[in-house]
Nanobody, 120 residues
Framework: QVQLVESGGGLVQPGGSLRLSCAAS????????MGWYRQAPGKERELVAA???????NYADSVKGRFTISRDNAKNTVFLQMNSLKPEDTAVYYC??????????????WGQGTQVTVSS
């Protein structure tokens, strides 16, 4: 089993910054892709950013140039640095990982989510 725990969410003013963290734990064999999704009220969950174990990244068009995803493979942790935040960034942000537990197949794991609110 693999568990993902997010942290770093909160309330921030427009134009401000926030840094999210997600740590994977448990009987981990390997972690391939890690990423961040978000879901705002009334909207579908969407990919925000993703990063592979070798450092390749992908971003939603709406966050390019403002958000940066990174990971620490030794600590099984992924980060999302969010700058120039806008009210439309308000959502619950979910950590995601495609990983294998010891003795198991590759599986997609999800964290419980952390609230990010951008408001004056």
């Amino acid at each position: 089993q693999v568990q993902l725990v997010e942290s770093g969410g909160g309330l921030v003013q427009p134009g401000g910054s926030l840094r999210l963290s997600c740590a994977a734990s448990g009987s981990i064999f390997s972690i391939n892709t890690m990423g961040w999704y978000r879901q705002a009220p009334g909207k579908e969950r969407e990919l925000v950013a993703a990063i592979t174990s070798w450092g390749s990244t992908n971003y939603a068009d709406s966050v390019k140039g403002r958000f940066t995803i990174s990971r620490d493979n030794a600590k099984n942790t992924v980060f999302l640095q969010m700058n120039s935040l806008k009210p439309e960034d308000t959502a619950v942000y979910y950590c995601n990982a495609r990983a294998r537990s010891l003795g198991g197949p590759e599986y997609v794991y999800w964290g419980q989510g952390t609230q990010v609110t951008v408001s004056s």
